[in-house]
């Protein structure tokens, strides 16, 4: 069985796009989180409100020592440092043991003082800098300080692509308020992914004729929060086709600035976005390319390339996404079905290797009516990547 699974969420979330909230308080609701995560990149200090409770937090990733001290001024008692669990054992040199919420909660560490300065918690924060601690750097599990905030906390810095680690403490919400900073709600952050997928709308669509497509269009996608658009790419006219002939084809491909734009050798993304493009040109119903802005399985750029660091060191593509604080896949696949629903496209057949991608899109409510496989020969240079593909994703290679 594959270790990795996209799209669960969606698979547990019955009825999901009727779920959320609605309209104005959506949006609201969205802005909310957007913001929160733009200070937290930048260094500032949010208010995490579970109404009543709530957290004071700072990315470790990027907190300076202004940040630093807005947030003890905030704070009603010593901060802790939030970490997934395999990157908090990994500092420790030992297993932690795994906080009451469950396996996938964040630990919560103790820190002498001396480590609660910048350039050490962004060690902590990133094994790939953590050669820079000092040898015994003075840090001790707290499990039963991490809290019922943690895993919210957590999701805030991974919607904001950041390294999930945080300075975190009990929060004077009046205190931090007069700080100036701003305060999000654990639902609306919890909410955030369903909203996003939720609320995607067509912006905008226009004729690009491709090399391999000379009949293609592309259609923008933005979500209520104005966050980077996902795009299709309309190879013909699938819309167009005959509802007793085969469905159209479709790829969900998501970005890959390294593979896609730049040609890396690293992985199969390059090979993958021509060729399905080029496959769809050939088929009478033609077909449709969601590239969806979900780069790296969904850590972004930035944590992409230290995984790929990491990997230079020796762990896998799996291991690397785990060491740095995330899931082996955090993609969502919501996000193709609203896509898909907005095109008038309800049934189709998926151009992929990987198993998740079939389940999570039925889940939605998407027709799935088979595979085609998408495989591409290995380069010399991803032959570990694509087998590692096959042995722990449980991609079907043929
Ligand atoms: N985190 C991480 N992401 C990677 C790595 N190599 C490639 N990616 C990302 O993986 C994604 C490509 O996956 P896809 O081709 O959409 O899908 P797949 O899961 O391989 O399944 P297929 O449909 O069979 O291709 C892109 O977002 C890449 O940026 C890696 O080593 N680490
Ligand atoms: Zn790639």
Redesign the pocket.
Known sequence: MAEASMGADAARLPGWRGSGLAGDSRALAMRAVHRAVSDLRRGTPVLLDAGGEALVLAAAETVGARGLADLAAASLAPPVLLLSAPRAASLLARPVPAPAAGEDAPVALRLSPALLAPEALRSMADPVAEQLLPEAPGIVAAPGLAGALSPAAITLAKIGRLLPALVAAPASIPAGTRLGLLSVGVSEVLGYPLAASASLTRVAEARVPLEEAPEARIAAFRAADGGIEHLAILVGRPEDAAPGGPAPLCR?????FT?DLLGSL??D?GP?LRGAIARMAAEPAGGVLLYLA????G?GLVN?LR??TL?DGGLD?LD??RALGYGADERDFRVAATMLESLGLTRVRLL???PD?LSGLAACGVTVEGRVS?LFAANGVNDG?LAT?KAR?G?LLG
């Not at 979900?294 to 399985?297: D, H, L, V």
């Open positions: 969900i491909h998501s970005e890959c593979g690293r992985c993304c993958q979900q780069e790296g399985r850590i992409k995984a790929y990997q593509t690397a996404n992929t290797n990987n991608k998408h990547y593909k994703f991609h």
